[in-house]
Antibody, heavy 119, light 109 residues
Framework: EVQLVQSGAEVKKPGESLKISCKGS????????IGWVRQMPGKGLEWMGI????????RYSPPFQGQVTISADKSISTAYLQWSSLKASDTAMYYC????????????WGQGTMVTVSS | QSALTQPVSVSGSPGQSITISCTGT?????????VSWYQQHPGKAPKLMIY???NRPSGVSNRFSGSKSGNTASLTISGLQAEDEADYYC?????????FGGGTKLTVL
């Protein structure tokens, strides 16, 4: 089955680091972009950034530039979203999703990873 | 890049038609035909309903249609059904990134 499978829920403390993952299966991982979308509790969708696993070309939305790092390992068809120092305001559901070109719609989504940051 | 503007909520009765607007600027909605619409039920991941302004992915009901005029895109749902009750988000490409709308809660009365 063509799908994106994300890593499980995380509970972390402020200041800790975190890397969550998104694994693609049953499609050519290097032929599609992978984007990350944040949804804070009770709020709307926010486009964070996108990566092309084929050559690691990465773009970030200005509010997220410098706050997170998006990366990918094409050898294992996996994209990552990483924080070096979490804040309570990072508490949210994070979705990965794929699109064929960077301007395209996200045609397939992962199930989401809930990140909770609390002291 | 500001979020696109959507009404907070819309409602309609079964069988009726509703339209959700998505207002941007000449730098996003008005500049590109890369407007998409997503449906999100509570606790679920979003689902693509419309891409490139008016195209429906395979498997999406033809009750869903999209259009654009100037800086405003619209999603129309005809023949409302109870299962259409959900949050709807528009998005648009702009200057190498994508921006979402704030979302609209559709209530089927």
């Amino acid at each position: 089955e063509v799908q994106l499978v994300q890593s499980g829920a995380e509970v972390k403390k402020p200041g800790e680091s975190l890397k969550i993952s998104c694994k693609g299966s049953e499609y050519s991982f290097i032929s599609y972009w992978i984007g990350w979308v944040r949804q804070m509790p009770g709020k709307g969708l926010e486009w964070m950034g996108i990566i092309y696993p084929g050559d690691s070309d990465t773009r970030y939305s200005p509010p997220f530039q410098g706050q997170v790092t998006i990366s990918a390992d094409k050898s294992i068809s996996t994209a990552y979203l990483q924080w070096s120092s979490l804040k309570a305001s990072d508490t949210a559901m994070y979705y990965c999703a794929r699109c064929y070109d960077s301007h395209d719609a996200f045609d397939m989504w992962g199930q989401g990873t809930m990140v909770t940051v609390s002291s | 890049q500001s979020a696109l503007t959507q009404p907070v909520s819309v409602s309609g009765s079964p069988g009726q038609s509703i339209t959700i607007s998505c207002t941007g600027t000449s730098s996003d909605v008005g500049a590109y035909n890369y407007v998409s619409w997503y449906q999100q039920h509570p606790g679920k991941a979003p689902k693509l309903m419309i891409y490139e302004v008016s195209n429906r992915p395979s498997g999406v009901s033809n009750r869903f249609s999209g259009s654009k005029s100037g800086n405003t895109a619209s999603l129309t749902i005809s023949g409302l059904q109870a299962e259409d009750e959900a949050d709807y988000y528009c998005s648009s490409y702009t200057s190498s990134i994508v921006v979402f709308g704030g979302g609209t809660k559709l209530t089927v009365l």
